[in-house]
């Protein structure tokens, strides 16, 4: 068991926003939420990413863009120019949809290039690689074999789901995927976590980033714990 403070948990953030209508004022406010609380990253579609940057310039925040968002459907070199895209605008974090017809093909050559090329654009950028299974539309045998290629190519994290799918994270998934990277990548877990107790229970099942949207309603839910236990802290 672990004991996490409040910049602890926040740390553990990606705050988000990644609606198709979020404007300006979404985005200064998203940015300014970030800074108050003191999330790990911003999550934010690839259009944002320069305005976004601006606004948390000088801060310990990261910029995170989503690529080929929601639906992963573009080739592996429209995701490379739009990964480097969003790395020349000042995002230090990418989060790419694989192409799931290619998993559902079986062409896992396919799979294993497309995420090897990325992740070798963001570490020549040192930015933080993240890769999107969508789950909701993987069987567990699909979830495996996605999770044994990323440990071979070693992106930083795998992810979950976009949160646009037909189904966010599952505990059994994020366990699933942790269990078949072990130590070799991390997981998180995106896609409707908006309380403390499941925001817990993907921690415990081996989740270290969690994406929301419901990020301060969270923290303000840890914040009432404590005042009530009289901890400066959350086990987990």
């Not at 939420?33 to 000088?58: D, P, W």
């Not at 499941?198 to 415990?204: E, G, R």
């Not at 301060?216 to 236990?229: A, N, P, Y």
Request: net charge neutral.
């Amino acid at each position: 068991m672990t004991q996490y403070t409040i910049d602890d948990l926040c740390r553990l953030i990606d705050h988000t926003n990644l609606r198709p209508d979020a404007s300006k004022e979404d985005m200064e406010k998203l940015c300014e939420e970030a800074k108050t609380y003191h999330f790990r990253m911003v999550a934010i579609n690839q259009v944002q990413t320069a305005l976004c940057a601006s606004l948390l310039k000088g801060t310990d925040i990261h910029v995170g863009a989503a690529i080929s968002f929601p639906l992963g459907q573009t080739t592996i070199a429209a995701k490379l120019t739009e990964t480097k895209d969003a790395l020349d605008h000042g995002a230090d974090e990418i989060d790419y949809v694989i192409n799931i017809s290619e998993i559902k093909n079986k062409n896992y050559d396919y799979i294993r290039s497309e995420m090897s090329q990325i992740v070798q654009l963001c570490r020549a950028h040192q930015a933080i690689s993240k890769v999107i299974f969508e789950n909701a539309y993987l069987s567990a045998n699909e979830i495996i074999k996605l999770a044994e290629i990323a440990k071979d190519v070693r992106p930083d994290f795998i992810k979950t789901s976009t949160g646009f799918g037909p189904g966010g994270a599952t505990f059994e998934d994020v366990r699933l995927m942790k269990q078949t990277v072990g130590s070799a990548v991390k997981v998180k877990a995106a896609g409707g976590i908006r309380d403390a107790q499941t925001f817990i229970k993907m921690i415990k099942n081996g989740a270290e980033r969690i994406g929301c949207s419901a990020s301060i309603q969270i923290i303000s839910e840890f914040k009432k714990q404590m005042e009530s236990t009289g901890k400066a802290f959350i086990d987990i």
